[in-house]
């Protein structure tokens, strides 16, 4: 399966395809046409063929796709079935919201870490989930064997952090701080920057007509 | 000046451009060559001058871009004059992590209002900003005139409220909840998933090798 190939704007849409169809199983349909998931996650279907082809045929002419083996397929590329070990780091208002967040509902990752400079957070638990002091969070990485980073410190040290969360093993890192960060070329940087969120959309509101919910991404 | 030609992609990006230049500017900085924004900003320099490229020729040989006047330009385009204000529907955990959310920090944002429908949060202030009861919400918008809303509510209303922000003029949503709204054509929605997001990153770490930090937004 030469799923290294799939552009990037394909891959970051299989967890939608793939939450709608949880929802079709679990409502025991066991078609769905391309229209009708077209309409459903709102991605036109000439994008949702052209994603799909990325992976082989998998759809019939007439028949539509197969929801089970559709979703057995995405399970697979997803790693839905390895449970994932992720940390937070930094929880602040926002990083407490995060830690709160149900992540896990339909999925199997789960973030079994989180830390903080702040003494009076250190050794609680929030939400389920331990919090270490920041002097742990090296140690604790790499023997969880965590990979994957929630990065919510304030911007004046999320460099400091990434390079030491680097540094242990950590592969990828979802960066909610307005600085783009400077990584090595085989470390994964997610942005979630919600001043740029919430700026593009003024200017999506200002400057366009019609709707281009996320149709950009092709 | 033909802005409402330029890819939604490029759009995204203006923010990132005309926060760094902030920065350079309050550092005194007059002058950027194309190659050191590429580098602060991680945008490689071929999709800088084609981004600059849509509004024309804005950068000379030799000397690169004058940090002043791009930021003027930038300035113009992302109405960072005019005070935007923005409504929040939802104050739970990931809704009062957003009122305290610094959005305004170097930008022309601005929470006025939160709306939600627990009665012991009404007519309250978090972070500054007044909580109202959902029953006031189609009045309040209309008479704030509020374009843009952010929408943490749960997954099971957000359909409902969505369509009650668009009956009384709404014109876009961030859309924080894992639900893909349907809306009327002229209606922008920005999805916020942010399992999606997490569950993207995991992806990537298992399936690609180099840095793509947003690069493929082209």
Redesign the interface.
Known sequence: MA??KI???T??R???YY?YLSVLLSANKRRVSSTELS????VDSATIRRDFSYFGELGKRGYGYDVGSLLNFFKG???QDTL?N?ALVGVG??G???L??N?H?D?N?RISAAFDTKPELANTVKSGIPIYPASEMQKQIKEQQI??V?LTVPSSTSQKVADQLVSVGV????NFT?V???????????????????????????????????K??K
């Open positions: 799923t290294k552009p990037k704007a891959a970051k299989l967890p939608i939450r309409e459903a996650v709102q590329i997803l790693n994932t992720v208002s926002l407490s919201a995060l709160n967040y992540f509902q999925t990752l990979d994957a929630i592969k990828g890192i979802l307005p783009r960060l400077s990584v090595p070329k085989n470390i994964q940087v997610q942005n979630i920057d919600l001043t740029n969120e919430l700026q593009t959309l003024i200017y999506f509101i200002k400057n366009y007509a019609e709707n281009n919910q996320d950009e991404e």
